[in-house]
């Protein structure tokens, strides 16, 4: 009940397409669903989140959509560049919660 | 002013020997946490301070790691008798309200372990 299961492991996109990163959970007790960025050697940064009470959040090129009955969260990255390419983690936590449940992690590539 | 450091960056060493990785939090943010990536891998929880307490170590594999915070600043957590599977990048995290994980965490950069 504490995953969160992140799919695809890898994703290759060309250079202005859509990148789309899935997730879903179990525990409908979370209430809190960012996505982290990581760049090779740099520690994950936060890039935009959501919670269950909005079906939709975007932020630039950066989109979350929420299905709160099917339990599932994706992201949406519009007009894809090369600088996007990095490992997207999505995550849940619960209220009053210590610790973010991390999915296992998606690589992204933009080819030029 | 500076972002979460930690030292060292990297870190080889012996198996069965201790091991000490600091982290500096961003200076004001009462909660810190530790997390543990092995190779293409997601984060996996170890400890989360409130201040100099520790209200969750759930997240601790084993007693051969600890960790301790002090002056409601840096942080060390200490793996003692390394073993291989130890290996991993450990992260260090720190935000300004701890109770609720929905506030931000801002990582630092990680220190490499690897265990010979």
């Known amino acids: 009940q504490q995953q969160v299961k992140q799919s695809p492991q890898s994703l290759i996109v060309q250079k202005g397409g859509i990148s789309i990163i899935n997730c879903a959970y179990e525990?409908?007790?979370?209430?809190?669903f960012p996505w982290y960025q990581q760049f090779p050697g740099k520690g994950p940064a936060l890039l935009i989140a959501i919670r269950p009470d909005v079906s939709e959040k975007k932020e630039g090129r950066f989109t979350i959509s929420f299905n709160k009955s099917a339990k599932q969260f994706s992201l949406h990255i519009m007009d894809s560049q090369p600088g996007d390419s990095a490992t997207y983690f999505c995550?849940?936590?619960?209220?009053?919660?210590?610790?973010?449940?991390f999915g296992s992690g998606t690589r992204l590539s933009i080819r030029p | 002013g500076a972002g979460v450091s930690q030292s060292p960056s990297n870190k080889v060493t012996e198996k069965g020997k201790d091991v000490e990785l600091r982290c500096d939090p961003i200076s004001g943010h009462t909660a810190l946490y530790w997390y543990r990536q092995r190779l293409g891998q997601g984060l996996e929880f170890l400890i989360y301070f409130q201040g100099n307490s520790a209200p969750d170590k759930s997240g601790l594999p084993s007693d051969r790691f600890s960790a301790e915070r002090t002056g409601e600043s840096v942080s060390t957590l200490t793996i003692q008798r390394t073993q291989q599977e130890d290996s991993a990048v450990y992260l260090c995290?720190?935000?300004?309200?701890?109770?609720?994980?929905?506030?931000?965490?801002?990582f630092g950069p990680g220190t490499r372990l690897t265990v010979t």
């Open positions: 995290a720190s935000s300004l309200v701890g109770t609720g994980a929905s506030y931000e965490q801002y």
């Open positions: 995550a849940a936590s619960r209220p009053s919660a210590s610790k973010i449940i």
């Open positions: 525990n409908t007790a979370f209430d809190y």
